[in-house]
C-alpha cells in the first residue's frame, strides 16, 4: 500500500499474517514492525502516551513520525511487532488509503515495501520487484511523494 513516505507492506497484526510479511522481508524479528493507525484512540489501551508523546503527535501527526511507546503492563503482543521489547512503534501517516484501511478494520502493522536492507520501494514496479510473489492484494496510488522513511522516536514516561 501506499503511504506519503515509501510502500509499505501491511498485514493485519496477527501472527500468521506477520510471519508471512517478515518472510516476505527477510527481516529479522528483532527489529520490531510499527502499527498504522488512524488516530491514538486506536492504541490507548495497548501503549502509555506519555504528554511528550502526545504533543509530538499533535505537531507532526498525520505524518512521517513513529513514535515507540511503552507498552502498558499485562498487554502482551506478537515478537514480530515489538521486536521482542516491552515498546510499540505506531505511526499516524498523512496518507489516505492507509488510514482508511485503519479506521476500518484497526491498526495495521506496516513495514516498507523491500526485502530488508534493499532500496524501499517508491513505484509500485519497484515493489513487483522487490517482493511481488510474497502478495495478496497491490494498491496503486503512483509515486509515493515521500521517498524517506519516517522519522523514529521513543518517548518514555518521565520518572516520577
Not at 38 to 49: E, T
Not at 56 to 79: D, F, I, K, N, S
Not at 107 to 135: F, H, I, K, M, Q
Request: proline share 11%; aromatic share 2%.
Amino acid at each position: 500500500m501506499p503511504t506519503e513516505t515509501v510502500y509499505g507492506l501491511g498485514v493485519m497484526p496477527l501472527p500468521a499474517p506477520l510471519a508471512a510479511l517478515v518472510v516476505a522481508k527477510r527481516r529479522p524479528l528483532d527489529k520490531g514492525i510499527a502499527l498504522l493507525i488512524d488516530g491514538l484512540d486506536q492504541v490507548v489501551h495497548l501503549v502509555a502516551v506519555p504528554e511528550a508523546a502526545q504533543r509530538l503527535a499533535r505537531a507532526c501527526w498525520p505524518g512521517a513520525l513513529t513514535l515507540v511507546l511503552p507498552l502498558l503492563p499485562g498487554v502482551l503482543l506478537p515478537e514480530a511487532v515489538t521486536g521482542g521489547r516491552a515498546t510499540l512503534g505506531v505511526r499516524l501517516p498523512d496518507h489516505a488509503i492507509p488510514r482508511a484501511l485503519a479506521r476500518r478494520v484497526g491498526p495495521l502493522a506496516v513495514s516498507s515495501a523491500n526485502r530488508s536492507g534493499e532500496p524501499d520501494a517508491r513505484t509500485t514496479a519497484e515493489l513487483l520487484a522487490a517482493v511481488g510473489p510474497s502478495l495478496g492484494v497491490v494498491i496503486d496510488d503512483g509515486p509515493v511523494r515521500g521517498g524517506v522513511p519516517s522519522t523514529v522516536v521513543a518517548v518514555a514516561p518521565m520518572a516520577a
